[in-house]
């Protein structure tokens, strides 16, 4: 009598035990069901073109000139006219700078073989200097080409999983409305062409308003015992150096173009200097472009102090083929 009391009490406990767990494990089986189970909502939006130019990374053939940073690569360059210039496909690997620099250089990794010449154009802020790293945006950015997570690095999935359920209720919602996510204007993603480069068209500067908000004193001081953002994103820039020097490939560092009107009064031709001598002395690759050419006049941007309009991107993807035949020999 005893053992059958102990077998229904065991049995009782299991199945509780069962329920429990099913209860406790049915919110992370609906979140993982949503969100890679279920159509993608994200991938027609602005920043869903990761998967096209992270698949353009990834299928060129031999050697390849990769472009990367944030919007003022995606809004700065036109791929066809640099391609011909160094005779070298071109992939633009810049998106948006709410992605942060260090996933673009992660997911670079895939792509690089010998022989490629890569360029490392952040813009000169706070959050592209730094390990900066936005879940939310990048869960989106990943939605329907997740297989892009195999080169996240691990120390973000924490993060990932934590935006995940916030990113499920939203995708939900999408789907059970009968809708979609959409970017207007230059944001749409349908103007983005074959190379990465966003085509749409950029007669004038539509700024109203230009805010001064770049300051160009970022430094390099490894001496004080203070490790800062900036000095954590140049330490890991300069791994990704070594990672591609491993695998036959060349890294060169350029920037991004500056609204001349956009820097503050902080601004003066020595500061400029000190920051551009920290930051070659920092690096463990060459800066291959004069830091003064890439600050332009604010007549030659669009909506941003880093978006250049369709004059602005000539001047700025000449400069850069400048900078790449001399160093190259070409």
């Known amino acids: 009598m005893e053992n059958k009391a102990v077998k229904r009490t065991n049995g009782k406990f299991l199945a509780i035990f069962a329920a429990l767990l099913i209860v406790f494990l049915l919110p992370f089986l609906s979140v993982t069901v949503i969100v890679f189970g279920l159509s993608p909502v994200y991938d027609d939006t602005f920043v869903g073109e990761l998967g096209e130019k992270y698949e353009r990374l990834n299928s060129v053939n031999g050697e390849k000139l990769v472009v990367i940073g944030g919007s003022s690569v995606a809004f700065g360059l036109e791929s066809g006219a640099l391609e011909r210039e160094v005779d070298m496909p071109v992939v ?15 997911l670079s990794r895939s792509g690089i073989g010998e022989g490629d010449v890569i360029v490392v154009a952040p813009e000169m802020n706070e959050q592209t200097l730094s390990l900066y790293f936005n879940s939310e945006t ?9 297989h892009m997570l195999k080169n996240v690095d691990s120390e973000n999935y924490e993060a990932l999983i934590g ?26 993603k349908k103007w983005f062409n074959s190379y990465g480069d966003n085509i749409y068209d950029r007669p004038y500067n539509e700024m109203s308003t230009v805010t001064k908000n770049i300051t160009l004193d970022f430094k390099y001081d490894d001496s004080d015992g203070i490790v800062s953002e900036y000095e954590e994103f ?13 695998k036959g490939a060349t890294v060169y560092f350029s920037f991004p173009p500056m609204n001349e009107a956009a820097l503050t009064d902080r601004n003066t031709e020595e500061s400029i200097y000190a920051f551009y001598e920290n930051l070659a002395s920092s690096l463990h690759c060459r800066i291959i472009s004069n830091i003064n050419d890439y600050i332009m006049d604010e007549g030659y941007f669009f909506d941003s102090e880093f978006h250049l309009n369709n004059a602005g991107v000539k001047i700025r993807t000449a400069n850069l083929a400048n900078d790449l035949k001399r160093e190259l020999g070409i």
């Open 92 to 106: 633009n690997f810049g998106l948006y700078a709410n992605l942060g620099t260090k996933l673009m250089l992660d």
């Open 163 to 188: 935006a995940s359920w916030g990113f499920a209720a939203d995708k939900l919602g999408y789907l059970l409305g009968g809708n979609v996510p959409e970017n207007e204007g230059a944001y749409s």
């Open 138 to 146: 990048a869960m989106q950015a990943l939605d329907g080409n997740f």
């Open 234 to 246: 140049i330490d890991y820039l300069n791994e990704y150096v070594e990672f591609c020097e491993e």
